[in-house]
């Protein structure tokens, strides 16, 4: 069974298969990198890390508008995807800012980033790496760096066909948007709040909820319900 499965083979597997790849930049990140950013003459000197990339669609978005974007996965196949989408715009970038991470640290060094974007990434690990992550953002960003995470919630609908493991984990999932997915982390609102406390400062956190309310009847595979929390947080300036 695809639980049975370290998340990173499961990823692997779906890149291969190109399933699903999201082609376009998500509107909230697309929003809040604008709202931080948009006044910046110099956006080649602006490093913005896109944390679990997938097939490149918010890391698109980055170099068309000229941010010094870097991106890493724990998939290959998903930096392979991004690497050719970026190519394909004719879009100059070396190598080295593509890079493979192994899901535990973060091979860059202490504040080299303005800002980090990570669009239902940190969800992928279990809490107790959770905690350690977040910490490595907050070495890597800059003393005032931002960090813009959407992560799934604690009362997202598809909850209910998962098994419920400990400290907000999850697996499992008999059907909806995770089955097959391996684990997710479904985040409450509390334990964000504690997550960005030392070191960080918070400045939002908003819950962003969607739900189909009508389809027609062919199109009911089509329906969709989603909630996430979209938090937009900063290193202290000092004190790290
Ligand atoms: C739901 S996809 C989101 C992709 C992209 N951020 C987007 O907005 O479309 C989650 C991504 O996180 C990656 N991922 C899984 N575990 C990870 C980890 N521990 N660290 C970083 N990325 C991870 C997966 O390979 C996958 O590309």
Not at 15 to 27: E, I, L, S, T
Not at 57 to 71: I, M, P, S, T, V
Not at 95 to 118: C, H, N, Q, W, Y
Request: hydrophobic share 35%.
């Amino acid at each position: 069974m695809a639980d049975d499965k370290a998340n990173d083979v499961i990823w692997e597997k779906r890149y291969q298969a190109d399933a699903r790849v999201a082609k376009w930049p998500f509107d909230l990140i697309v929003s809040m990198i604008m709202r931080r950013f948009s006044k910046v003459e110099q956006r080649a000197g602006i490093k913005i890390l896109d944390y679990g990339c997938g097939g490149g669609n918010n890391f698109w978005f980055l170099k068309r508008e000229g941010f010094d974007g870097y991106a890493c996965d724990i998939a290959q196949s998903a930096l392979d995807i991004t690497e050719r989408k970026i190519a394909s715009e004719g879009i100059e970038i070396s190598s080295d800012r593509f890079v493979l991470i192994d899901g535990k640290t973060l091979p860059f060094e202490d504040d080299l980033f303005d800002a980090i974007i990570d669009r239902e990434s940190l969800c992928q690990s279990p809490w107790i790496q959770i905690e350690k992550n977040v910490q490595e953002f907050n070495r890597i960003l800059k003393p005032g760096g931002s960090y813009f995470g959407i992560n799934f919630t604690d009362h997202h609908p598809d909850a209910r066909y998962g098994r419920y493991q400990k400290n907000g984990d999850w697996n499992n999932f008999s059907q909806g948007l995770f089955k097959d997915q391996g684990h997710r982390h479904l985040f409450s609102l509390n334990e964000l709040v504690g997550l960005f406390n030392e070191n960080w400062e918070i400045d939002s956190i908003r819950e962003h909820s969607l739900k189909t309310v009508y389809s027609g009847p062919e199109r009911l595979s089509d329906r969709e319900e989603i909630s996430e929390y979209v938090i937009v947080a900063h290193t202290k300036n000092d004190g790290r």
